[in-house]
Each structure stands twice: as C-alpha cells, then as structure tokens.
C-alpha cells in the first residue's frame, strides 16, 4: 500500500468533489426514471418505455465518457459547467416533455433527445472528475471512491424515486427539485474552487440565473401542468374536474364550447342541435303525444331540452349516474344557456342513480317515451347497459306504443357495433329503426328507435321548430350506405357474452390507430 | 460493469419497492375465523353424551342441510310426506353452499357455481326452473336461462408469465410444443364426452352411477391422473398445471393423486346445452351457491331445525331413535321416526350409528380434504396489464385457487368496494396434517399469507384490504382417489340399514359436485317414500 500524507485542504476538496459524484449520480438517475415513467404516463407499454429510455440513457453515458477526452484545460471548470448544464435540462425536462406531448407531432424524438443529452452530461462528468483527482488520489482508492459513490447515488434514487417523490411531488417538481439540487453543487464548488476555475464570475452568475429559474418553475409546477391540459384539448380549458365517475373537462374557444368526459367529447355547442335533434324528435313523434319521457343518460340536458318543447310532456325523468354533471348543467349560467334551463324547469326531475339499478326499483312507472344516451360501450362495465338483459327491463316500463331510442356510436367506425345493437334490441322483441346523420365535431352517428310494433312511417311534419331535422331529413337519414353496414352475421350482446364490447374495441381501436 | 449494475438498480425497482412498503405496512386487518362450527361437531366425537327423556315421534328425519339433506326434505314434501324434521349442527342450512353478506354483496362460503346442468337430468331442471333460474323453454326444447344468472362476462382470466389472459387455460408465453400437448389434451377430453361404452351408456355421466361399466373405461379408476397424462406424453408444467387446478378446484384432489377416471370426468361429463348457453358456460350468484340451498329451503316443507348436533342413531323396535343435542339451549333431545336419512358425511354417520368397524372403513377408504375459504372486503384495486378484472381471477402456479369477485353480478357502473372470495384447498401434505395446522393457524398469519398471494396481481392488496373473514372446512369433501368411484366401497357404505336408514352423501357419489348432492339426496327420498 502507498501510503503518503495527503494535506487537510485536498482531502476536503477530494471529498467534496465525491459527494458531488454522488449527487450527480442521484440526479442523473431521477431524471432517467422520470422521463420513464412520463413515457409510460403518456405513451402507455410501460415494459418497452422503461427498456428504451435505460438503453438510451447507458448508451448516451458512454458517448460522454468518449467526449471527455476533448477536454483538456481547466477541468475543474468544465466540471461545473457540466453540472450546470445537467442541472438545467433534466431539472426542465419533466416540464418540458409534459408541455411538447399535446404539441408535437412525434413525441419520442424529443424524449430520448432529452434522455440523450442528459446522459451524454452525466458521462463526461465522471471520467472528468477521475482526471481532476488522478493526481491527488492513488489510482486504485481513486476507482474504487468515484465508483462507490457513483453506484450508492443510484441506489439512493432509485429507492426515493418511486416511495417518495413520485407520490409526494410528482414529476414536474421532482426533476426541478433535482435541477435545483444539480445547480447548487455546481454554484458551491465555484466557491469552493473559487481561485482554481477560468471565467468564475460568468460560470456563478448563469448558475444563479438559472437557479432563479428553477425555483420559479417549481412554485408555478401547478400552472404549467394545468396549462399541458389546455394544449392537449386546443381550447382553453374552462371547467375541469374529476368527479369518482368520470373527468369532466369543458372548453371554450372563439367559435363554441365543448364538453369532454374522460377526453371523449360528449359535444360541441356549435353542432350539438344535429346530434340531440336527430335523438330526440323522430321517437317523440314516433310516440305520439307523449306525456311521460325517461332520458337515461344525458346529464347535459340538452335532449330534455329537445323534449320540453312538445306541449304534451308533463313530466321528464332523468336519470345520470354522476351528480357533478346534473349540477354542473344546472347552475353553470354558461351551459344553462345551452341547455335553456331545461334542468331547472318544474317538469323535470333529475335522479342520480345507476341506470340498471333504477329501472329495477322503478318497474312500476310507465313512460311513452324513452331517450337513451349513454357513452359509448368502451367497457364491460359501460356494456351492461347494451344488453338483453337491460333492453328487456327497459321493456317493463314501457307504455303500450312507446318508443325508445338510443344513441348506437358511428355506424361508419363501428359498423359491427352499431348493427350488432340493432340485433340485440331485435332479439328482445322490438322493432327496429335505424338511421344515422352527420355531425360535424363527431363525424357519421348512429341511433335506433325501438318500437313495439312495426308500423313506423316518417311523420310529415315535426311539430317543433327545429334548425335541423324534417321529414325529407329523416326519410335521408334512414339510407344506409354500403360502407355503413355490418356485413357479416352479428352476435347478440348479451351479459354472459359482451360481444358488443368486443367489437367495439376491435373497431375503434383500428379506427384510432390509423 | 457499470452497464450492468444500472441496469439491475433499475429493474431492482420492481422488486424493493414491495418489500420496503411491507415494512411499513403492521396495519391489522379486521376479521375472524368462522370456522364451520368445528368444536360444536367434534363433541360428537370427544363427548359422551347420555340418553334424552323422551322421543318426540316423527314420520321422517333427515340429519344434515347440506344440498343433499335439503334436496330430500323438497322431495319428501312433493311426494306429500310432511311430516319431515331436518337437523343441522350450524346456524344456517346449506353445508358446502353456505354463504354470508355485508353491505356490499352476498358471498359464498363455499360452492359458488354451477355448470350448465346435462340436458337429461329431469328433476335437476324442473328445480332451477322452479327456482327461476331456468325461465322457460324454447322451441327446441332446449332451457332458457336466466340471463341475471348466468355468468357475466369477462368470466375467466390467468395471471401468467407477468399478465393477464383472457381464459384459464394457459396461452401465453406458451411455445409451440407445449400449446399442442394443450390442444392433445383437450382432444382426449371431446372424445371422451362423446364416448359411450359397451353398455350404451355414456363413458362419464352425471351421476357417476349412470356411467358406463365397460371394463375399458372403469379401468381409469386405477390410475391417478398424473400417471395418465404420463402415457400420454402430457407432461409440460403448463398442461400439469392446468389439470391440476382443475381437480383441486372441483374435488380438492391434486392430480398425481386422484383418480384418472374422476380427473377426466371434470372435463368429460359436461354436456349440457340451453337456448341461451352451452356446457362451458356456468350459473352464478353473489352469495354463490348458496343462492340454490336458500331455493331448496324455500321449496321444501320440512320441520328445519338448526343449532342441532345430532349425537346418536339407533334402530329400535319399528322406529328409528336420532338423539340431538341443541346448541342454543344446551339441551339433549330425542327424535323417534319411521324412517331416517343421514345426509351427512360417511365418518360422522358411523359415529352417528357407534358402529366402529364401519368407522375404520370409512377411515380406510375416505380422505377429506380441509379448505380455506377467506372472503376479503377490498376497495379499489391495482391491476397488472392485461384481461380486465373478471370473475374468477386464478394465479399461475399459485397453491391457491385465486379469487371470485362475489359482486361480479351486480350490474351498476361503479363499485368502490368489492367482496372477493379467495378459495384454498389445502392440498400441500395429508389431509390429517394439514387439518391440524390450518386449525392451529391464527387469523393473522393466514391474513398475512393470503395477502402475500394477492400482492403478485394486486400490488397494494395489503393497504386496500378493509377486512378479511376466513372459513375452516375441516372436511370439505371427499377424495376421489383410484378405488372410489368404480370400487365397492360406495355401494357398501351406502345400503340401507333395516328397518329404515338411508345415506345420501356426496361422499357415497364419488365426486363432490352439486348434481350429485341433489340426486343422492332424491334417490334417499325414493326409498323413504317406498318403505312409509
């Protein structure tokens, strides 16, 4: 063992500079994990996210290990820049791929850039730091130190990462905190080093400029967050909560105001009337003079609203599973000018209730007519409501003559779901009218009027006044083209099979990919 | 050498995360151990009981409100014998298919399905009909189920190789050779469903006494399964493990020791078709089976009296003499009636008769093996990537059976706390050990280990856990291991004794499966009826 007297001064200095290994260690580490986990946030396969951004990252490490042999003057200096540098883009890098994922057309580019850089930063530092102490330490103390501290700075994050930061501060705050903490090393070792380091004073203050920085962006985390969302949706986002049931977002642009419900639009004020005209009149004239009207679903009020403008409605029922939605619609002076009111008018009592579970305590009510607008049956849960089983307990509260319709999703993206509801309402003993239009902010839709005889003919008139539909509408809208229809054999969606969800994720799933 | 141990901080994650939140979590689940009325049953065993005053005269008695006691107690009362009192040493009628609720669900205790019945069991039907779970037929003839009855979808899935799949039949991560050892198998299985034997009758049918005796098939009675699927080449650990849960679900028997003549009937017997559903599909409830024990009690007449350990059977002169011993009132009582059936177990029948030698007989040939049934009051959970939550959720290589969702039937959008019934047979050593130890293991430790299970598909099971009840079956069912089901045991044990005692027991049937229950159970009630 060579064992020489080391003085106090440089052996303050070798450990400083190793805790600084550690820290850049914890830090480089964080940022690989939260571009991670953003990925997989954001992008979904967690298992592919997390291979690629480690391989990236490693490779990127050893790029920087080759570009340390460029650096050959004031080692100490570049050191600190270095880790300002470190400091800078992965303590943003949260922020910023939070902010660029709703703008960019490719999201990946910019993620593993933003990895690359960061571990490019990282990689330079370490053999760097084995040059600055080649000369003060023994070779075989100095391996085993640098390493040592690198490879506990590791540890260390990859323990506090996901028990505490990722719960307690998030991922905007946690890689800012740790851009904070970056860039405070780099200012106290030019303080330390003070006489040692070229240009001190420009390095000092870029540091402190961008620590300023960083704490700005830590308090403002919130904003910048709230502020991806308003670029996720195009709009402004005006409204936006998540209630147990859903996440309601409303947003207001120059031209119209919509309503998202988990990221789905529901709809959009300037085309709206197309799609709750269609819903509403041909089953409310199909039904005659209805006195009684269910609408299940529909905690807009904009299809009671359709409804309310017949003169023989005496009472509407309407019944939707999140209380937030009714109470949104029916004090939000904003949507209540949409849905003129119709939530507050006497006429109309509003139940927040299961569907499935209301009609099977409401058995003994009767109703002429019954609009059914539910979302789309994306889900198991969601799929219930497509079932025999639900169509036939609709059927007990039926009057004699009643109609129903329902909004059946895009005939022209889902042609199988769409005739497979047809099937199904068929196999419980209706008779079916299918028909579609075009809304705009949605594209083809679908509904079918179920009705207990077969009788129907398009009214002459819809004696309502209406921007939208008429007879000539009507009788268009009940051609089907090719490219609308299911052309195979469909199955009966039924509680024990789903089949409805199956083709409906089949369906979208492809539509969406494209 | 920095790559490398980068990369194992990063995939250490997964692993020390876990354990580090265990540490953490000393939180105590609430919950008890039910237990199914151990210490009151083994007094028949440890307690000499004296003779009661008197003898209250009945026309019939049946001891046991299993399926197979009450399915006789509903035919007794159709065949217009009412004067009928049935005994059961629990609170509740139901054995096997007893269940329980809180707020939230039923759930079962127990049994908590049933297949598509066959197609020619006419008793079996006109009772599901009767108890609206079969609501018509159509015009083939065929059964129209109660669409709330039958299993929703998504009905099955397995967690396997680090995902759900849809089905339980293992898919994937599976390589080709070993899919098609699956796919041999269940060749052998269709062939053996459609196989009839020398006789005509059916190779596996249900009641096992209505399959075919031809030497050929019965000779599968002297093989275990394993050994079978041996010759066969079937031996991947996939197809092992499949078969294997499939004989621990249905009869609590592994599959290197239970019968190859039962282990297929599993999979062969079922032949069931309705308008609305197939032999793979199967009825459920919330509280299980459950569900039908509480049809055949609405449906049958008889005098029910729980609390009511039945301590002694004795043939006297013209009339049998069943004394009992009521828990509530901490009293003996005696029963005097023309004609008795024990629809209870083969070892408590012989205790019940004092009859030693058919005791070691009993003891010679029928293995019981324990369970545990634990239900677990959870909230919202996490989920591992793959099939959605479904209704039976089994885990690849796990001891367990998994557990069945009991509000799977529901049919409202949301459910911010489910009852999960998680199943154990406790297959691991001899059913007598591992009696002993399930009943020396406290609430906590079996809490803990029922957890530790879970936590593989449900991370932070331990912390969404609000309460965990746990169910001790002593005796669930009987084995059926080479011997039983084509041997003379059941035949002998289960003849009438003079002047009129009758045994109806899954445990004389074979298998322990709810068609068996109900036809022993009609079959104990011909012979009463024949003999009054």
């Not at chain 2, 000499?48 to 035919?75: C, K, M, N, T, Y």
Request: glycine share 8%; charged share 20%.
């Amino acid at each position: 063992m060579d064992k020489q007297p080391v003085p106090k001064k440089e052996l303050t200095a070798q450990w400083i500079l190793l805790v600084a290994v550690f820290i850049i260690a914890t830090c480089g580490l964080i940022y690989e994990l939260v571009a991670g986990t953003l990925a997989s946030y954001l992008l979904g396969d967690s298992v592919t996210q997390f291979s690629i951004i480690i391989g990236v990252y490693l490779f990127a490490m050893g790029i920087g290990s080759y570009l340390s042999r460029f650096f050959n003057t004031d080692l100490l200096g570049w050191f600190i820049k270095i880790e300002l540098l470190v400091g800078m883009v992965g303590g943003f890098s949260a922020a910023i791929l939070f902010l660029v994922f709703p703008l960019a057309i490719s999201f990946q580019p910019i993620l593993y850039a933003l990895v690359g850089v960061t571990g490019i930063l990282v990689g330079i530092e370490i053999p760097l730091l084995l040059r600055i102490l080649k000369d003060k330490v023994a070779f075989k103390d100095l391996v085993s130190k640098v390493f040592t501290f690198d490879y506990i700075g590791a540890l260390l994050a990859s323990l506090i990462f996901p028990l505490l930061l990722v719960p307690y501060m998030g991922l905007i705050r946690t890689s800012l905190f740790f851009g904070i903490l970056n860039i405070c090393v780099g200012l106290y070792l030019t303080r330390y080093f003070y006489g040692e380091i070229r240009n001190v004073r420009q390095i000092r203050f870029s540091g402190i400029l961008l620590l300023l920085a960083q704490v700005l962006a830590f308090i403002l985390s919130e904003k910048i967050m709230s502020y991806s969302e308003t670029l996720a949706f195009n709009d402004k986002v005006v409204y936006s909560t998540s209630t147990p049931y859903q996440r309601i977002v409303i947003t207001k642009s120059k031209r119209d105001l919509r309503l998202y419900l988990n990221n789905n639009l529901q709809f959009s004020s300037v085309d709206e009337y197309r799609y709750h005209e269609a819903l509403v009149h041909p089953a409310m004239t199909a039904a005659g003079n209805p006195r009684h009207v269910l609408v299940l679903g529909g905690g807009d009020g904009l299809a009671v609203r359709e409804i309310l403008k017949y003169p023989s409605v005496e009472s509407v029922q309407l019944v939707d599973l999140d209380p937030a939605m009714t109470r949104l619609f029916s004090s939000q002076q904003i949507l209540q000018q949409i849905n003129k009111y119709s939530l507050k008018n006497s006429k109309v009592t509003v139940s927040n209730a299961d569907a499935f579970t209301w009609l099977k305590k409401h058995r003994q009510q009767r109703f002429d007519c019954v609009i059914v607008d539910f979302p789309d049956p994306s889900g198991f849960a969601i799929g219930k409501l497509y079932t025999t089983a639900f169509y036939r307990l609709l059927q007990t509260v039926l009057q004699p003559g009643a109609a129903v319709v329902i909004q059946c999703t895009s005939p022209y993206v889902a042609p199988r779901s769409f005739w497979s509801i047809n099937t199904t309402l068929m196999a419980c003993g209706f008779h079916t009218v299918p028909y579609h239009n075009y809304v705009p902010s949605f594209g083809e839709w679908g509904y079918i009027m179920a009705l207990d005889q077969d009788h129907y003919q398009v009214p002459d008139t819809f004696a309502i006044t209406a921007r939208y539909i008429s007879k000539p509408v009507m009788e268009q809208m009940l051609q089907f083209p090719e490219d609308m229809k299911a052309h195979t054999p469909l199955e009966v969606n039924k509680l024990n099979n789903q089949a409805l969800v199956h083709y409906f994720e089949e369906e979208w799933g492809k539509y969406l990919e494209q | 050498m920095q790559r490398r141990d980068f990369l194992k901080i990063s995939a250490g994650l997964a692993g020390i995360t876990p354990l580090l939140q265990a540490c953490r979590q000393e939180r105590v689940i609430p919950g008890s151990i039910i237990g199914a009325s151990a210490k009151t049953g083994h007094l028949l065993r440890d307690h000499a009981f004296s003779e009661p005053e008197s003898w209250e005269p009945h026309q019939v008695v049946i001891v046991g409100g299993g399926i197979s006691g009450l399915a006789a107690a509903r035919q007794l009362g159709k065949a217009g014998i009412n004067d009928v009192v049935l005994l059961d040493l629990e609170a509740k009628t139901g054995g096997n298919a007893a269940c329980g609720g809180n707020n939230i669900s039923g759930y079962p205790w127990g049994a908590h399905y049933i297949p598509i019945p066959n197609n020619n069991l006419t008793e079996y039907l006109a009772f599901l009909q009767e108890a609206g779970v079969i609501t018509g037929y159509d015009a083939a003839g065929l059964p129209v189920y109660n669409e709330y009855h039958l299993c929703s979808d998504p009905e099955e899935r397995l967690y396997i190789n680090g995902q759900w799949q849809d089905g339980l039949v293992p898919r994937f991560g599976l390589s080709d050779p070993e899919r098609l050892q699956l796919k041999n198998f269940f060749r052998y299985m269709d062939a053996f469903r459609q196989q009839k034997g020398a006789d005509g009758k059916d190779a596996f049918a249900i009641p096992v006494d209505a399959s075919s005796k031809d030497a050929a098939l019965t000779a599968l009675d002297q093989v275990t399964m394993k050994a079978w699927m041996d010759d066969r080449e079937l031996t991947c650990s996939y197809i092992r493990w499949y078969v294997d849960y499939c004989t621990r679900d249905d009869f609590g028997t592994a599959y290197d020791k239970i019968s190859a003549w039962a282990g297929i009937h599993y999979f062969a017997s079922r032949k069931g078709r309705g308008s609305n559903a197939s032999y793979h599909d199967v009825l459920t409830w919330e509280q299980g089976n459950g569900f039908l024990a509480g049809q055949l009690l609405q449906q049958c007449r008889a005098g029910v009296r729980t609390g009511a350990l039945a301590v002694g059977v004795r043939p006297a002169e013209k009339e049998i003499r069943i004394a009992y011993y009521d828990v509530q009132q901490k009293k003996l009582k005696g029963l005097a009636a023309q004609q008795c059936i024990l629809a209870v177990p083969q070892f408590v029948a012989a205790r019940l008769l004092k009859d030693e030698s058919r005791l070691q007989q009993v003891h010679q040939y029928l293995h019981y093996t324990p369970w545990l049934v634990a239900n677990l009051t959870v909230k919202q959970l996490e989920e591992r990537s793959g099939a959605p939550e479904s209704w039976d959720n089994v885990i690849y290589g796990s001891n367990s059976l998994g557990y069945v969702d009991a509000t799977h039937q529901q049919l409202q959008q949301r459910k911010d706390k489910r009852n999960l019934t998680y199943y154990l047979p406790l297959t691991q050593s001899d059913p007598d050990s591992a009696r002993k130890a399930a009943y020396a293991t406290d609430h906590a430790t079996w809490t803990k280990a029922i957890l530790a299970d879970l936590k593989r598909i449900h991370p932070d099971i331990a912390t969404k856990t609000e309460r965990v009840d746990i169910m001790l079956w002593g005796h669930a069912m009987a084995q059926p291991l080479p011997g039983i089901a084509h041997g003379d045991i059941r035949a002998s044990l289960g003849r009438s004794l003079a002047p009129g005692i009758h045994f109806a027991h899954t445990d004389l049937a074979g298998i322990s499966i709810f068609e068996e229950a109900f036809y022993q159970g009609l079959h104990a009630a011909a012979k009463v009826k024949a003999l009054l």
